[in-house]
């Protein structure tokens, strides 16, 4: 479907305030400069308020008034600047992303292949120039070379032809322009050369230049490919339709669009709650993991409040829809996420604006050049020889490498410490950070939760409730038969929705469960408790005999006190923010020996925590692993959360690290700090490269063979500063 046969309208969504917005993907985005040219272009427009480009997803987001402009309007305006625009689908983007690393693959292997050939032959003609090689060999050379480079620069060259097509037809230059510009002289002076039998052709050059251009770009494209499993992450956790119950008490399923506030719905045992609400009739246990980060399963009945997205573990439940889709929690939860992933952009977009001014510098520089020596006297071959050098050597692949490259060596440093990147620039991010905020549960503590207190795991009583709890699906008897290493059940268990677990052993009734469901009383159960804060308490009751409570909680990473004290001496400021109870909290800042803690804590109030710090100057380390921490996580100025955590909580976050211990925290900041001063060191080359190679091949010292050595060795350098971080990897801070 053409853009112009399309309704956009029908994808505008109006605000209560009349504003209107519209999500759009947008084609042929391949730099920082693409982004900023769309966002002033559309923010130009009257009527246009707010334009945003996610340079990772494409994803544009436009407001505007929708009296002074229109939807089809600012589709046009994108089509004016190149730019091809769709209605934005995390899935078809995905598709397109992958096509075009699969193409950029293909490109280098075809550029390698032809760069490592074509080399060959010419270092033949190099040494035979100075041997007396004879001019038929030399040309028979220079057109076997032409037969290798010709269809590889062709296939090779597509990503940054099509990039350099649709700039220009849009009026405007991109660093893909003098690319393009560059090797098609390359290309076309080297065949006039081997026509007249000459002794230089620059074939060798060409897809030298485009190979490492394509490691560059491969490599960008890798890093950016790790920040988009969010809109899929949060997806699946969204319910398409929602079971109605009908006045006269029947069934139906319908889309969440049909549901509206006041109705009621059906939810079974095993379902996600599709819409916010407030229990009618049933009683069950919620995993609100996703909204509160606990992995204890919360009872509910007639009254309390669900939540979209949560897990129905137990009894059918009937509830009154309160809000509509599109306003639930986690919707809202949702749109924290986009809106601080978008603010994460600024951060950038200063160096960004700065590469928008590399195309004009090269063209005139090269432009310069050929006019000078034209001028000075020079045939135009030898001052187009000179005008291509200048091309080639201001090409920016170290500049270009120059980041990525420290990005992957670190990242398999990373690695090998227990952490995964998700976020291109996170490396930075990391390493400028001076405050670190903990979540506490599944952060600072293990997420399954052990035996503790004075219960012991051994004995036959231990055994029993062990083999019993097998039979259950709750978390803590889950927890139970793994601290007992219960392997066979029971036969003939029997599970009473919101209590626990029974059976008749050898003439014996045997519970596990709650307090009451196992005889314990309010009093007893509380004095079981009181010595350890936070526990969660699960019973066992054999016949007749007195309840035996076991207490489990979420105890501290091995390494988590050893891990905070070594932070505390690289002089990190630290807190702790919590939606856990106060008591808990208290127990475990304690234990570390953190001063600032806040216990309760919504997404809301941890937003606020992370911007009233940002307020004071702080770069913030969030470490959490809860959908209620998701925002904080994408709203700080850097993210790790622990693989335990939810899908969409590892999504938002930019980094997750392996395993049980806590000093990965500590391993990615002191990595972090060393790959920062590498990747300064690769800039201030860079620059310097150019500060010093431009005037040098404006003065005519150099031939674009020698510009293609020199692009290529700064390559190099910038690739072995990066590769020398690995020198000091083990060392994990």
Partial sequence: MTAHERDWDAFVTLSPEGGAHMDLAVEGVTCAACMVEIERGLSGQSGVEKARLNLTSHRLAVDWKPGETSAEHIVETLSRLGYRAHPFDPATVRAHADATGKELLRAMAVAGFAMMNVMLLSVSVWSGNVSGMEPETRDFFHWLSALIALPAAAYAGRPFLRSAISALSARRLNMDVPIVIGVSLALFLSIMQTLHSAHHAYFESAVML???????????????RRTRAFAENIAALKAETAVVIRPDGSLREVPLSKVEPGQRIFVRAGERVPLDGIVERGASEIDQSLVTGETALARVGEGDAVYAGTLNASANLTVAVT???????????????ETAAQAKSAYVRLADRAAALYSPFVHLAAALTFIGWLVAGDDWQQALVIAISVLIITCPCALGLAIPAVQ?????????????LHSGDAIERLAEVDTIVFDKTGTLTLAVPELVGGAAGEGPQSALAGRLALSSRHPLATALARATRAQVPLDGVAEEAGAGVRVVHEG???????????????????????????????????GEQAPVPFLLAQCLRPDAVATVARLKAAGYRMEILSGDRSAPVAAIAGALGIADWRAGQKPADKIARLEALKGEGARVLMVGDGLNDAPALAAAHV??????????????????????????????????????????????????????AVPFAVAGFVTPLLAAVAMSLSSVVVTLNALRLRLGGQETG
């Fill in 210 to 224: 485009l190979f490492f251009l394509l490691i560059g770009r491969y490599l960008d494209h890798m890093m950016r």
């Fill in 323 to 337: 809000v509509a889709s599109g306003a639930t929690l986690l919707d809202e939860v949702t749109r924290l996420i």
């Fill in 408 to 420: 992957v060596v670190t990242s398999g440093l990373l690695f090998r410490a227990g952490v995964l």
């Fill in 508 to 542: 014996r009734e045997l519970r596990l469960g709650s307090a009451a469901f196992c005889g314990l009383s309010e009093e007893e159960a509380a004095i079981a408790v009181a010595d350890v804060p936070g526990a969660s308490l699960i019973v066992f009751r054999d």
């Fill in 639 to 692: 993210s790790l959360s622990p693989v335990t955590a939810v899908h969409v909580a590892q999504a938002a976050a930019d980094a997750v690290f392996l395993g049980d211990r806590l000093g990965a925290v500590d391993a990615a900041l002191s990595l972090s700090r060393r790959a920062r001063g590498a990747m300064v060191q690769n800039l201030w080359f860079s620059t310097l490269y150019n500060a010093v």
